[in-house]
């Protein structure tokens, strides 16, 4: 059974940090390139960050470029996305996502709120 799990949202204040985790099961992980969404309220979803299989290759959005941070763990099957300098507005739900080919998972997200 493929699954994703995200963990490691909560409350933040401004200018704060948060790591994020996915821990992935149920197909084999370092096939896949792993990427970070985010869809806040009224919004659609969007990419944040995105990691090669080797994790040698990353890519980021341009509002997050220098404070957001993706890795990964292919002996633990696992992706992490940390967050620093956090701003309200990145309020949102954050996914993860496994791709290859034309395979595609989703995790069911963890909410990340950034407010004082």
């Known amino acids: 059974q493929v699954q994703l799990v995200e963990s490691g949202g909560g409350l933040v204040q401004p200018g704060g940090s948060l790591r994020l985790s996915c821990a992935a099961s149920?197909?084999?992980?370092?096939?896949?390139?792993m990427s970070w969404y985010r869809q806040a309220p009224g919004k659609e979803r969007e990419v944040v960050a995105q990691?090669?299989?080797?994790?040698?290759?990353?890519n980021y959005a341009d509002s997050v470029r220098d404070r957001f941070t993706i890795s990964r763990d292919n002996a633990k099957n696992m992706v992490f996305l940390q967050m620093n300098s956090l701003k309200p507005e990145e309020t949102a739900v954050y996914y993860c996502?496994?791709?290859?080919?034309?395979?595609?998972?989703w995790g069911q997200g963890t909410l990340v709120t950034v407010s004082s």
């Open positions: 996502k496994a791709r290859w080919r034309n395979h595609e998972h």
């Open positions: 149920g197909f084999a992980f370092s096939n896949y390139s």
């Open positions: 990691i090669s299989t080797t994790g040698e290759i990353t």
